[in-house]
């Protein structure tokens, strides 16, 4: 069964109306989530990373203002897209690494991800 | 240059057939690799890790070439549900244990 649930599966907005998007890990508690985005045909590109208890760091070009990213607990992250237009629609996946890090710093532990939420703004 | 670099395909294939991808990376400090499979409209979900040693699970095989900055995935005997996108995972991006994927690699087997 899945570990990590996103939720809503599929959204459909009007534009200038803000969408939230919940990401949890199910059965382990996770410090740090992603967040990604994916256009068609595209990899997936990173927009931030979620820190429990702390603000995310974003990626360059992804407006901290426009996707809020609220980490409260250790198994619960939520995206905002605010004021939503129709270039917004995409298909946003969240993710966890359970383990966190390893000795050394290392990264460990497998890469989970949610169901994916696609958003479509009219 | 982006860091984690894929020839997007698509491979077209017959059953049965043997298939390789290729993956390179920029950061000379990933530590860890992995290879992701998404399907159409779907998350990714883990297909295998790539260590430095090689991997062989089944049908699939990963294997990691740290002088050339390259991982491999050699699928034998393709199955028509093994039609996908695979994606390459280097856990680093700039200096952080970042997950940096790969564009994918669409395969497509065919009867």
């Known amino acids: 069964g899945a570990?990590?649930?996103q939720h809503p599966s599929?959204?459909?907005c009007k534009s200038g109306t803000s969408v939230k998007i919940e990401c949890r890990s199910l059965d382990f508690q996770?410090?740090?989530?992603?967040?990604?985005r994916q256009f068609p045909k595209q990899s997936l590109m990173l927009m931030a990373t979620s820190n429990e208890g702390s603000k995310a760091t974003y990626e360059q070009g992804v407006e901290?203002?426009?996707?809020l990213i609220n980490h409260a607990s250790l198994t619960l992250s939520t995206l905002t897209v605010t004021s939503a237009h129709p270039e917004d629609s995409s298909f946003y996946i969240c993710s966890a690494r359970r383990g966190g890090l390893g000795l050394g710093g290392r990264a460990a532990g497998e890469l989970f991800f949610g169901e994916g939420s696609r958003l479509t703004v009219l | 240059r982006k860091e984690v670099e894929q020839d997007p395909g698509p491979f077209n294939v017959p059953e049965g057939a043997t298939v390789a991808f290729n993956c390179t990376y920029s950061n000379s400090a990933s530590q860890s690799f992995f290879w992701y499979r998404q399907d159409c409209r779907k998350e990714p979900k883990l297909l295998m890790s790539v260590y430095s040693s090689g991997n062989e699970d089944?049908?699939?095989t990963a294997q990691l070439n740290r002088a050339s900055q390259y991982i491999s995935l050699l699928i034998r005997d393709s199955k028509l549900s093994?039609?996908?996108t695979y994606l390459c995972v280097?856990?680093?991006s700039g200096g952080s244990y970042i997950p940096t994927f790969g564009?994918?690699?669409s395969l497509i087997v065919h009867p």
């Open chain 1, 10 to 12: 599929w959204v459909i």
């Open chain 1, 64 to 67: 901290k203002d426009k996707f």
């Open chain 2, 90 to 92: 280097s856990d680093q």
């Open chain 2, 58 to 60: 089944g049908r699939f």
């Open chain 2, 82 to 84: 093994d039609s996908a």
């Open chain 2, 103 to 105: 564009r994918g690699t």
């Open chain 1, 3 to 5: 570990v990590v649930s």
């Open chain 1, 30 to 36: 996770a410090t740090t989530m992603f967040w990604y």
